[in-house]
T-cell receptor
Framework: DQQVKQNSPSLSVQEGRISILNCDYTNSMFDYFLWYKKYPAEGPTFLIS?????DKNEDGRFTVFLNKSAKHLSLHIVPSQPGDSAVYFCAASTAYSGAGSYQLTFGKGTKLSVIP | DGGITQSPKYLFRKEGQNVTLSCEQN?????MYWYRQDPGQGLRLIYY???????QKGDIAEGYSVSREKKESFPLTVTSAQKNPTAFYLC??????????????FGPGTRLTVL
């Protein structure tokens, strides 16, 4: 049972345009969400996060939107650059996981290709 | 230069052999984690540790073992009991604040291939 879903395995966008990556979750206990970027054969790199008390968080070209009622979040990249081409993972956590540890549940990722 | 190191980058082993993957961090983080990534899949949690000498099973702990004798180190042993050990293994660490506002930082990964 996948609690975090990224339904688009891949996305192609022209350089300079907006990239929108989507993520849905089923566990209503999730209250902290993160996006990671991953290049092949490397570890994921943290991009941006948002807590459930907010509906938007912005950092430079990256903005994450959270719609709690729809259990949906999205990552917007504007403008998209060729160096943004990578796999993007959505991850979610509960603030209190019982053991007190900050465990993450990951989606399967979306491969973004930015075409020059 | 603070960070997480994993060694080696690529590892080959024969079927039936145990193998230990190294993970070291100098970020002074309390919590450390091991994940496995398979093609087309997300990251799945194998084991995690909040403090020294304590660790907990994740979603797919069968066939794996860990130890946490030092804060900086969290080695993962892939035993012969693991049915499909070939995968990309990622180690991560965080400061493990219960309010969940911290972030996990990842090492570069180890690609294990069992022949």
């Amino acid at each position: 049972d996948q609690q975090v879903k990224q339904n688009s395995p891949s996305l192609s966008v022209q350089e300079g345009r907006i990239s929108i990556l989507n993520c849905d979750y089923t566990n209503s206990m999730f209250d902290y969400f993160l996006w990671y970027k991953k290049y092949p054969a490397e570890g994921p790199t943290f991009l941006i996060s948002i807590s459930s008390i907010k509906d938007k968080n912005e950092d430079g070209r990256f903005t994450v939107f959270l719609n709690k009622s729809a259990k949906h979040l999205s990552l917007h990249i504007v403008p998209s650059q060729p160096g943004d081409s990578a796999v993007y993972f959505c991850a979610a956590s509960t603030a209190y996981s019982g053991a007190g540890s900050y465990q993450l549940t990951f989606g399967k990722g979306t491969k973004l290709s930015v075409i020059p | 230069d603070g960070g997480i190191t994993q060694s080696p980058k690529y590892l080959f082993r024969k079927e039936g052999q145990n193998v230990t993957l190294s993970c070291e961090q100098n970020l002074n983080h309390d919590a450390m984690y091991w994940y496995r990534q398979d093609p087309g899949q997300g990251l799945r949690l194998i084991y995690y540790s909040q403090i020294v000498n304590d660790f907990q099973k994740g979603d797919i702990a069968e066939g794996y073992s860990v130890s946490r004798e030092k804060k900086e180190s969290f080695p993962l042993t892939v035993t012969s009991a693991q049915k499909n050990p070939t995968a990309f293994y990622l180690c991560a660490s965080s400061t493990d604040r219960p309010l969940g506002t911290d972030t996990q930082y990842f090492g570069p990964g180890t690609r294990l291939t069992v022949l």
